[in-house]
């Protein structure tokens, strides 16, 4: 079993619409986990930091953590065609920085 | 700042020459990664450092081998490429602590034919 899944999409969503990008994982020792974007040919940017459970909020995204369930997710709302990137969660046992554990991505498109 | 650069951004090799893949952050970050990233199969950790002249083995670190003598530079050498070492790498860096961010450099493209 992978340490980290995530559904590769593709998703296609119109402008506007709300997405939900979602990774489950084994581990439960994991406690802080991330999401990334991105865009093609570019190296993966910080989108979203959270510590175990909860919720986070910044503009017109979303970190949920369940932590009993072993579920992370990522909503954006109001999508744009700006948010058409690959989004990657990952998550690592501390902050000492030295295992990240990533998903896969979902490659996301967002139709004007 | 500059952040993370890599280079060359794209290069072929043929089986069993070898290269290497330069890394340099302008951060002054301790923590530094070595990534490849392959279709469908996310980010695999290849090798990291905590600090210059200091390196440890990450999820897939067979057929590579790194170098850390400064503080900005982290270097992945390959010896004796092979075409199952096609793919993009990243190399990152982070703060020390408080590590959730890492920084990612642009990527180098790799094809072993």
């Known amino acids: 079993q992978k340490e980290v899944e995530q559904d590769p999409g593709p998703l296609s969503v119109p402008e506007g619409a709300i997405v939900s990008l979602n990774c489950t994982y084994s581990?439960?020792?994991?406690?802080?986990f991330m999401w990334y974007r991105q865009y093609s040919r570019k190296g993966p940017e910080l989108l979203m930091y959270?510590?175990?459970?909860g919720n986070k909020e910044d503009g017109r995204f979303t970190a949920q953590v369940d932590k009993s369930s072993k579920y992370i997710s990522l909503f954006i709302r109001d999508s744009q065609p700006s948010d058409s990137a690959t989004y990657l969660c990952?998550?690592?046992?501390?902050?000492?920085?030295?295992?990240?554990?990533f998903g896969t991505g979902t490659s996301l498109t967002v139709i004007p | 700042n500059a952040g993370v650069t890599q280079t060359p951004k794209f290069r072929i090799l043929k089986i069993g020459q070898s290269m290497t893949l330069q890394c340099t952050q302008d951060?002054?970050?301790?923590?530094m990664y070595w990534y490849r990233q392959d279709p469908g199969m996310g980010l695999k950790l290849i090798y990291y450092?905590?600090?210059?002249?200091?390196?440890d083995k990450g999820e897939v670190p067979n057929g590579y081998n790194v170098s850390r003598s400064t503080t900005e530079d982290f270097p992945l050498r390959l010896e004796l490429a092979a075409p199952s070492q096609t793919s993009v790498y990243f190399c990152?860096?982070?703060?020390?602590?408080?590590?959730?961010?890492?920084?990612f450099g642009p990527g180098t493209r790799l094809l072993v034919l």
């Open positions: 581990n439960s020792a994991f406690q802080y």
């Open positions: 990952a998550m690592t046992l501390s902050n000492t920085g030295n295992q990240f554990y």
């Open positions: 450092s905590v600090g210059a002249g200091i390196t």
């Open positions: 959270t510590y175990s459970s």
């Open positions: 951060m002054n970050h301790n923590y």
């Open positions: 990152a860096s982070s703060y020390a602590h408080g590590s959730e961010t890492q920084y």
